[in-house]
């Protein structure tokens, strides 16, 4: 495929604000939907190699999540549930009944709530580091206090807008390739740019499903205990360098959920999608065909 897909886009009004859309691919081609992470991310981001390249075969929507990219303004609040709330509503209006779903941290923990919600709009899952499967995280209590503390957020949201220097660094610390990532003065040009919208949108840092996923001394987000319900096929992948997402969090995942298969990729780390976009395609181009094989099609029209 040639050309930018993230050169064009539809904003979808919904109840409470806005949703950019961004599609490519075939119209009549099998429906995949990618949902990015949290904090500083945003669909050209994360998915700026994955998108053009399912688009050869498959219809590709990728999505600004609220407060997010072009995404904004948005009200109230915006937990698990709100957003599942979102992609559902989001759907409908794309009238497309059933779709396949990619999924990177806080994406993953939305798609493993809407296939355990909605299962009849999901036809597979692919949750790369997915968010929302720990009973305890490491300093509990100490990241509740922080995300309850107002100022903070805003604060390092401020920071990182004021402080490419700072993205830089952050960005070098997060790919195990450093600046030899594919493409890394793009990627500080977006993040940097992100972290502006959110200054300039008043917005911290964190997003309110970090925020509420929270509890003192357990998380109170936690897809784990339910995942022997799910009832979609689904792959479970994580980078090998991956410093947020323990490995046996994620395979403790994939054993749980009935069907689900666990892969590692060498050489990355959180944001695997961008450390290693060959492997992750082939991982993620192999798992849709084999569903189209056995199972026919994601769906189109609602």
Known sequence: MTGDPFATHQDIGLDAGPIRVYTAGPPDAPPVL????????????????????LAASRRVIAVDLPRHGGSRPWSGVLDQARLEDVLTGLLDRLGLARVDVV???????????????????????????????????PWQFATWLLLR????????AAWLAASPKAVRAALVREH????????????VDLVHAEARAKRAHREGAFDDWQVH????????????????????PSLWLRGEHDTLVPEEVVRRAAAAAP?????????????????????VLELVDGFLGELDTAGGPASGPA
Do not use: K
């Open 34 to 53: 990618l949902l990015h992470g949290a904090m500083l991310d945003t669909a050209p981001l994360t998915w700026r190699h994955l998108m053009p390249a």
């Open 103 to 137: 999924g990177l941290s806080m994406g993953g923990g939305l798609a493993v709530g809407l296939a355990l919600r909605r299962p009849e709009r999901v036809r597979g899952l692919v949750l790369l580091a997915p968010g929302g499967l720990d009973e305890v995280r």
């Open 149 to 156: 503390i107002g100022a903070v957020p805003r604060w390092t």
């Open 176 to 187: 195990p390739a450093g600046e030899r990532t594919p493409d890394f003065a793009a990627l």
């Open 213 to 232: 996923a929270y509890g003192p001394r357990r998380m109170r987000l936690n897809h784990l205990p339910r995942l022997h319900l799910l009832a979609v």
């Open 259 to 279: 069907g689900g298969r666990f892969a590692s990729i060498e050489g990355a780390g959180h944001v695997s999608p961008l450390d290693r976009p060959d492997r």
